[in-house]
């Protein structure tokens, strides 16, 4: 009988027509949508002032940090008006434009079918973005066409090819003029410190090419922290981080294992906690997992590579970040804390009390005071149920104050017996990293 | 497979042509998918496009690409149980209940074929065939997907498999009966 099922399913399962323009369509709803409530969530709660605070911070820091004469010189156009680099939710680059660290390119090249702009380029030990606008003349094109187009390209580094692998982005199904960025990784490809940069749009059966834009690139500098390394120990041996660095764009910290990695070890049970993160995104070096929360950085790494470089985006609070290694069993599974107004919920990690949980419209809001601001959270692995059903992650709640967090979500039912699941992870308190950046 | 991995991890970086690129990859086998458990369009559509929303805001939180494919499934199978007990047009059996035998109404006009066959399942064990036969996962990947032990998964393959012998076996009958009838 499981033989029969086996081969007939597919068959039976493909007469169910696929409505594939409603799909099309429902996927690009449903990124609207996405986009849109990552737009709307708390951050309009987060109080102006400390924003500003924070941001000045960081500025101060970073004016310290990023003295390249060659770099101020080049510098004197900023800053552009209008950056391609800003609102994408991308914090490094905001932190490039803000720093004025964005080295202006306005190169246009047109053929009869596309305009092609290449807008602004940026690169420093974390990142090498290129930002462009495309203008289609007189048509409308899918994207995917588009991304045809550009990633039909030749690159080459100081005149020679090579294949820098890059990812790009931008919205709309079907569109004239579309804008983006290109983000190479430049720890990958070891580009230098300075470099003439060519990118040649070959073109595709659909829009013409033969378009190359040339031009030089240069480095803005990092801090290196000082005295970075820290060594852990385990069973198998150590565990040593190393050669931390701040740029504008992000920070990367290199680690290595100091023993051979087993082939069936596939990874220690341990994860690496960032502190002082907003809405962090991150790109790695090799194959390891690195997740974000908005409050804590997490990294889990497969042992079987004994060195891999983490890179991260800057963090918001300015001078100071923690890494705090922490234990999560492979095979734990989360304990369950009913929630409710006043609810005081005691995790393996830290302690907080529900002041909050309300219907507001179509959304319900949950509001979380930390009882010690030492406490460690992390809401990355903490899910919100309601009467055992599944109903969001908890990992977008937003720090609103000092010890206040906030999480909320679009629903247009009033849920009863709400809890939370969380997985249960015990911080190393004693191997706590502390780096500064001062 | 590597694609679909370099897909996802830029994705997790805000690269949305990528995350497109993805859903597209599965769009079909979630569709249809999301249509065994709603037998309307509309709805299965409702059902995707939910399952797109979902994975679009939470995709930087997948913690090993290479499990991409189980993660989206697993937010579909979600997806589609919350929508039809939504819809009240199931009630998911307890365990217990599902132990009982459950009669199949079978229409005289309507043959049942193994698809209308897997129509008459409960949406546990439609959820079950869905993942062992038709995305052809392991019994471990079904585990984790169902975050329930593979002893269970087993079992419950056993059962469902059986559950559809009965009903297709109750439709030769039936067919067997009809024909004679008619003659």
Redesign the interface.
């Known amino acids: 009988?499981?033989n029969f099922?086996?081969k007939?399913?597919?068959d039976?399962?493909?007469?169910?027509a696929?409505?594939?323009d409603?799909?099309?369509k429902?996927?690009i709803?449903?990124?609207d949508?996405?986009n849109k409530?990552?737009q709307k969530r708390i951050r309009n709660r987060i109080k102006v002032p400390i924003l500003a605070l924070g941001t000045a911070c960081m500025m101060l820091v970073m004016g310290l940090f990023f003295t390249n004469s060659t770099l101020a010189d080049l510098l004197k156009n900023l800053p552009i008006i209008e950056s391609i680099f800003l609102n994408?939710?991308?914090k490094g680059l905001e932190n490039v434009y803000e720093n004025e660290k964005i080295q202006v390119i306005n190169q246009t090249k047109e053929n009869s079918d596309v305009k092609v702009t290449i807008t602004e380029a940026y690169f420093d030990d974390t990142r090498f973005v290129v930002g462009y606008e495309i203008n289609l003349l007189d048509k409308r094109m899918p994207?995917?066409q588009i991304?045809d187009f550009i990633s039909n390209s030749k690159i080459y580094v100081n005149n020679k090819e090579t294949n820098l692998s890059f990812?790009?982005?931008?919205?709309n199904q079907d569109v004239q003029s579309i804008k983006g960025i290109l983000?190479f990784d430049p720890v990958l490809n070891k580009m230098g410190e300075e470099f003439d940069f060519t990118i040649e749009f070959e073109g595709t059966d659909d829009i013409k090419g033969d378009l190359t834009f040339e031009f030089p690139v240069y480095y803005v500098e990092g801090y290196n922290i000082p005295n970075s390394k820290v060594t852990l120990e385990d069973q198998s041996g150590e565990f040593s981080v190393s050669d931390v660095t701040v740029a504008p764009s992000g920070i990367k910290m290199d680690t290595k294992l100091s023993y051979p990695v087993r082939e069936n070890q596939e990874k220690l049970p341990i994860q690496y906690f960032i502190s002082a993160g907003d809405g962090l995104?991150?790109?790695?070096l090799e194959d390891n997992?690195i997740?974000?929360s908005n409050e804590y950085f997490q990294v889990?790494f497969k042992s079987y590579y004994e060195k891999y470089r983490l890179e991260f985006p800057p963090v918001n609070s300015g001078r100071h970040f923690q890494v705090i290694p922490a234990i999560v069993e492979e095979d734990s599974k989360p304990v369950n804390y009913p929630i409710y107004k006043g609810a005081e919920v005691n995790t393996s990690f830290g302690s907080f009390t529900v002041t909050n949980i309300e219907y507001r419209k179509n959304e319900l809001y949950i509001e979380l005071l930390v009882n010690d601001e030492n406490t460690f959270l992390s809401f990355?692995n903490t899910w919100l149920l309601s009467s055992d059903?599944?109903i969001s992650?908890l990992?977008?709640v937003e720090k609103i104050d000092d010890n206040l967090y906030a999480f909320q979500i679009e629903t247009n039912e009033e849920h009863t017996d709400l809890s939370l699941d969380i997985l249960p992870i015990e911080p190393l308190e004693k191997l706590k990293i502390n780096y500064s950046t001062q | 497979m590597e694609s679909i991995e370099q897909n996802v991890l830029l994705a997790q970086q805000g690269d949305k042509l990528a995350f497109q690129q993805l859903m597209r990859a599965y769009q079909e086998k979630m569709y249809r998918m999301a249509f065994t458990y709603v037998h309307n369009e509309a709805d299965a559509v409702e059902i995707v496009q939910e399952t797109f929303y979902k994975a679009y805001i939470s995709i930087k939180k997948l913690k090993e690409p290479k499990y991409f494919s189980t993660w989206l499934t697993k937010i579909l199978i979600n997806n589609a149980l919350i929508f039809i007990k939504k819809q009240k047009r199931f009630v998911l059996f307890s365990e217990a209940h599902l132990e009982k035998d459950n009669p199949v109404v079978i229409q005289p006009e309507e043959k049942m074929d193994l698809l209308n066959a897997i129509r008459e399942l409960s949406p546990k064990y439609k959820t079950i065939i869905n993942l062992r036969f038709y995305l052809d996962y392991s019994q471990s990947q079904i585990a984790e997907i169902l975050d329930i032990p593979e002893g269970t998964v087993k079992s419950q393959i056993h059962r469902a498999t059986k559950k559809l012998e009965k009903i297709l076996g109750e439709d030769i009958a039936y067919e067997k009966f009809y024909k004679e009838k008619c003659e």
């Not at chain 1, 990812?167 to 919205?171: E, H, L």
């Open positions: 009988m499981k099922i086996k007939n399913v597919s039976e399962y493909s007469k169910i696929v409505p594939k409603k799909l099309d429902a996927l709803n449903a990124m949508r996405g409530q990552t994408r939710g991308d994207v995917d991304f990812g790009t982005s931008f919205s983000d995104w991150f790109s790695t997992h997740h974000e889990r990355e059903d599944f992650s990992s977008s």
